[in-house]
């Protein structure tokens, strides 16, 4: 791992395997030159050819190439990595270079743009085990006089020569998150973006771009952004092959003024590289939990009441919960919503963070005294950033939220969204966060946030202002958190946005887990669980075992299929257990025991995608730690008598041989000719655990490493 200069002009930021090189223009641009493979001398970095296509008049040369930073305002049509304008109605950039600054990790690129009197840094930041590059820019108005930035953007970097690329996106809607598309990338733009204010369930902050990558070889280029708001990413393909990609803060609708002197500093990009998408998968899921996510210990087995009692939520029917939770080895009671104000459905209450006495004569404090005597911790669900008209605190502040002067007060689910923008609001989202952690031993808050912005307007902020709000609400909600992970430094918290509405690093930065799906069906979490591993680790990923027949589809299937569902993550109980039979409750416990067994491989081995569920095909992931390996198999649909498949395991130690329930077998054969799994129902569940027993030492070392 380096980060060096090469002549030519030539920065080097190299990972463990991977290589980022930009050029210095003559005309001072940044010029995307590699991003691949790490290459073992300074003559290979040197001899790099330059991308810049000299075509025709019609074209210039500067616009047929790549850029690390993409100035607006010259010969260049991609999208800006940054635009503004200034007071004075400038709104041209001629950005010139103007020197480097670098420690072991960060590299910055400081440019210089005389017309607005504006200063850049192009920032990266190298995390070297893991092959990804942290990339933002922080601008800086040095002028006098004020300039409105109406794109700032985090990373621009480029592509070329490479035919037949496809970009891997999620798209997705409420209970059908993270479906993973797959598009060819064609000369044009494609923009996936989110406008809602929030990540959003129709599309997430992740991209992955292939050429002919299979889970087990081939270039992956991939990227997260850290950032819960509006966000975007654009890949542009030109008729010569060169495809620009750039992404950050989405540009629609956005605005940031910066008086003289001040500065932005905007969100992390990350970029990695990979060989495969198993790859790509064990570098950001390792990345995420030992880098991003705020605690490396392992999370407990919750239980929620939610499914169980929606908004009938009573200290008598929740202790009755607990003691069920408790007795089948639950470690966490959550209540979810219901416990405040006057919360008798989704249409009242939210806003009035007071314990409805109604429901909870003495306040919280007899259920939680009660949950710790059972050895469990306590979690309550909160979601400050929205008020219901009906109530008291909308009766008193009407003008906290976002509206605008004369126009409808459109409500999702009955609710609007606090303007996190106000100071006041900002405040007392914190105080009452602030006096509920002082006040109660909770141990864990479920932070849900169920509706996108409506409009979007501030009417006593100034026109030219208006367009910041997107950014201030993110801004307000990160103090908020830090503050309170500051303040209650024990307190463990789950993002939830009606389901997946709000993941990405950014959030993760600050949550211990997240609610993937308000989808509880364990069929259709296969799915949604398959895809989201791509992107995200399966201990952040909160996972279910709910009542049959399911809620949302009717769906019945056995007690263990929603089991092992659920335990391809974070396992929770979110069923009625006061209507689960003894039988059940005892099977319960038992695959809970389970679960407890194989927990830090689930959720801090390397996960392996064997199999995708279809009705036709089982799914069957692989978790290996250096304890062992552990297979969770559900049998799809049983056709025609059907009774078997198939599948070959992945990464082991070829010459180690293991115990596979009686059978020795050795790690070569695992992956060479695999295992077969009989079933005798529609979508059996099995959970395997294979252990290594000892290695042939007379077979060469051939084991690969991954983090
Ligand atoms: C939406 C969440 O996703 C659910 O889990 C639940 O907390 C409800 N909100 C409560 O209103």
Known sequence: MAIFEVAGRRFVIEGKRVAHVVTIGANGKLIHTYFGAKLPYRDDYEALPSPIVAHSSFESPDGVATYDFVPFGEMLYTEPTL????????????FQFERSEQTETKLTLWLFDPLQEMRVGVQY???????????????????????????????AMGRWHQPNLKLHHFAGMWTGEFKKQITPVTPGRQTIESRRGVTSHQANPWFALEQDATEDRGEVIYGHFAYSGNWAIHVEQDAFGFVQLSGGMNPFDFSWKLSHQQQLTTPTFYIGYANGFADMSAHAHAFQRNVIMPRATERPVLYNSWEATYFDVTESGQRELVDLAAGIGCELFVVDDGWFGERNSDQAGLGDWHVNREKFPNGLEPLISYVKQQGLQFGLWVEPEMVNPDSDLYRSHPDWIYHARDAVRTTSRNQYVLNLGLPEVEQFILEMMDDLLTRHAID????????????????????DRQQELWKRHVDALYRIFDELRRLHPTVDFEACAGGGGRIDLGILSRTEQVWTSDNTDPLDRLQIQHDFSYAYNAKMMSCWVTDGPNWLNGRNVPLATRFVSSMQGTLGIGGNLSEWSTDELAEAKGWIETYQAIRPTVQRGIQYRLSAFTQQTPSVMQYTSEEETVLLAIAPLRQYGAHQY?????????AMRYQVEDRTLSGAYLMQQGLTFSYTTDYEARCLRIQPVHRALSLLESKETIV
């Open 646 to 654: 198939h599948f070959k395991l992945k990464r082991l130690d070829p």
């Open 83 to 94: 635009k503004s304008e200034r007071e004075d109605g400038q709104r041209i950039h001629q």
């Open 125 to 155: 930041e190298v995390f070297a085990d893991y092959d990804i590059i942290g990339r933002s820019i922080v601008v800086e108005n040095t002028g006098r006089l004020p300039v409105r930035l109406t794109a700032a953007q985090s990373f």
């Open 444 to 463: 864990y808050i479920k932070w849900d946030m169920n509706r996108a912005f409506s409009e979007p307007g501030v009417p006593k902020d100034q026109t």
